[in-house]
């Protein structure tokens, strides 16, 4: 999924340029950029998840250096962190990229799915549509709950929120790929929607759980506790 995010992004920074009309143009750049942050962030921690997975499946022998793939860990840390760290990333989303248009390119995005939901029932994968649908609908919430917040807010759940946005269109993009697929294709989709989509809903919650809570204790009232 972390694949297909970052195509879409280099889809739309593409028609950015090549697209014959401005306002075309205007819209894709606007899409590329706000996918951007997401691409980055959520593609360097795919790419950490699987190197860790990579010395899980190995067990003892993947932690030693002859199997090799403890180097592809230590090597793949530090994407997190070039490019703007992954906290940085998603503030930016969250800050400039979703608010800077009053949230017209994350509806735009997120509406994308519509079709694709549609087209999943018409090809009897009801139940991967039925999941689709109500992720989609969580974000959208979410999304508007955002766009109304203040910055403090909005910088809390801006993590949740970048994972959210990945989660939902990896989604998306796999039952898109699912109804004009065959066997394969409608499997992966199926194990997204069914073990990953509900993540979705985790995330959304802690998106909307505001800042509060990450200021409830302090310098002063640590030290007045010691």
């Known amino acids: 999924m972390a694949r297909a995010i970052a195509y879409d992004c280099a889809f739309a ?3 950015a340029r090549a697209a014959e009309d401005a306002e075309a143009r205007t819209a894709a750049a606007r899409r590329g950029a706000f996918l951007t942050p997401i691409a980055k962030a959520y593609g360097t921690e795919t790419g950490i998840e699987v190197a860790n997975l990579c010395i899980q499946v190995h067990g003892g022998t993947g932690y030693c250096e002859d199997a090799g793939v403890a180097q592809y860990a230590r090597d793949v840390r530090i994407t997190a962190i070039y490019e703007g760290t992954n906290g940085v ?3 930016d989303l969250v800050g400039r990229k979703l608010t800077g248009d ?5 509806m735009a995005l997120i509406a994308g799915a519509e079709a694709t939901i549609a087209a999943a029932r018409d090809a009897g994968l009801t139940a991967e549509a039925d999941a689709l649908a109500a992720a989609k609908s969580k974000i959208e919430g979410v999304t508007r709950w955002m766009l109304g917040s203040d910055d403090r807010d909005r910088a809390a759940g801006s993590t949740p929120y970048l994972r959210l946005l990945a989660t939902v269109l990896g989604g998306h993009y796999l039952l898109a790929a699912a109804t004009e697929g065959g066997v394969e294709e409608r499997a992966l989709a199926a194990f997204w929607c069914a073990q990953m989509l509900p993540r979705a809903h985790a995330e ?3 998106v909307c759980a505001g800042a509060d809570q990450l200021y409830a204790l302090d310098a002063a009232t640590l030290t007045a506790s010691a």
Do not use: H, I, R
């Not at 009053?102 to 994350?106: I, K, L, P, S, Y």
């Open 13 to 15: 920074l593409d028609m």
């Open 89 to 91: 990333q998603a503030m």
């Open 102 to 106: 009053g949230g017209e390119t994350a």
């Open 204 to 206: 959304a919650q802690a």
